[in-house]
């Protein structure tokens, strides 16, 4: 079992719709979680952090559920420019450095 | 300022010759991370810095893979003698000191560099 999974997707969005999906990760201990934006064939950029019960930038709302182990991200009034790939990232207690990457959700926004 | 920066941004290699990748992370980031992420899969973490000190080389695939880090500042990945499944991007990423932003509440965050996109012939 991968140690963060995620839907590969991909995630095709009409225009200004909303958008959400999760990520499980099998370390319960994890304290931190990320989400990341890696567009194509560009380095990972932070999207947002994830902190206890989840927070919103803008558009971009994260949520954290330590019992289920999972976290989710939802775009609301998705924008072209939000199309990429997230990652969700985990940073495992035991190992403060060595953060976990998922493989990524594709997103795809239509006109 | 400026961000993390690697290089060269392209390598095409002969399988079985020596290739050696350079990231320079954000002055002040003491530290310093080496990914690796092959075509349309996620990221593989390879190896870590604090400092010029790995206390995490768990990621390194195998013994033809080396890196080091001197002046708390440049670090070099080494893969000697290269196959075709390094074939890859090599991914560098800074941070602060994981230590102290976990100290002042804050969460550490990774900064990447572009990457070097390796071709192994």
């Known amino acids: 079992r991968k140690e963060v999974e995620q839907d590969p997707g991909p995630f095709n969005v009409p225009e200004g719709a909303t958008v959400a999906f999760n990520c499980t990760y099998s370390n319960s201990a994890s304290q931190s979680f990320f989400w990341y934006r890696q567009d194509c064939r560009k380095e990972p950029k932070l999207l947002m952090s994830v902190y206890s019960s989840g927070n919103e930038d803008g558009r971009f709302t994260a949520q954290l559920n330590r019992a289920s182990q999972y976290i989710s991200l939802l775009i609301r009034d998705s924008k072209l420019s939000d199309s990429a790939t997230y990652l969700c990232?985990?940073?495992?207690?035991?190992?403060?450095?060595?953060?976990?990457f998922g493989a990524g959700t594709q997103v795809v926004v239509t006109p | 300022g400026a961000g993390v920066s690697q290089s060269p941004s392209n390598k095409v290699t002969e399988k079985g010759k020596d290739v050696e990748l350079r990231c320079d992370p954000i002055s002040g980031h003491t530290a310093l991370y080496w990914y690796r992420q092959r075509l349309g899969q996620g990221l593989e973490f390879l190896i870590y810095?604090?400092?010029?000190?790995?206390?995490?080389k768990s990621g390194l695939p195998s013994d033809r893979f080396s890196a080091e880090r001197t002046g708390e500042s440049v670090s070099t990945l080494t893969i000697q003698r290269t196959q075709q499944e390094d074939s890859a991007v090599y991914l560098c990423a800074s941070s602060l000191d994981p230590g102290v932003a976990g100290l002042a509440g804050g969460v550490e965050t990774q900064y990447f560099g572009p990457g070097t996109r390796l071709l192994v012939l």
């Open positions: 990232v985990v940073n495992p207690t035991d190992s403060w450095g060595k953060l976990q």
């Open positions: 810095f604090q400092g010029n000190s790995a206390p995490d």
